[in-house]
């Protein structure tokens, strides 16, 4: 059974930065692209970005482009969101999830993390 375990959400300033982290265990971990979703209260649940399953490429919603980076560590089968530049628009809860794909893609996810909160105090 694939779990998938978010941490490292929290309170932080606008401008600030944190680092999420999603455990995975069970599976195979290192063939298949991850995820980053978010959910604010009252919107739908929204893309944040992906890492394919080596992480050579990633892929990004426009509204993270150039303050997020994901990346990945196939050792330790974990996946990390470094968020910079925070903002009161970011807070949310973070999802991670696991892809059926190895690609880095908006779709096709299938396993999903209990979440993580974050938010951006102005």
């Known amino acids: 059974q694939v779990q998938l375990v978010e941490s490292g959400g929290g309170l932080v300033q606008a401008g600030g930065s944190l680092r999420l982290s999603c455990a995975a265990s069970?599976?195979?971990?290192?063939?298949?692209?991850m995820g980053w979703f978010r959910q604010a209260p009252g919107k739908e649940r929204e893309f944040v970005g992906a890492?394919?399953?080596?992480?050579?490429?990633?892929n990004y919603a426009d509204s993270v482009k150039g303050r997020f980076t994901i990346s990945r560590d196939n050792a330790k089968n974990t996946v990390y969101l470094q968020m910079n530049s925070l903002k009161p628009e970011d807070t949310a809860v973070y999802y991670c999830?696991?892809?059926?794909?190895?690609?880095?893609?908006?779709?096709?996810?299938?396993?999903w993390g209990q979440g993580t909160q974050v938010t951006v105090s102005s």
């Open positions: 069970g599976g195979t971990f290192n063939s298949y692209g």
């Open positions: 999830a696991k892809s059926q794909w190895a690609g880095a893609l908006a779709e096709g996810y299938i396993y």
């Open positions: 890492i394919n399953w080596s992480g050579s490429h990633t």
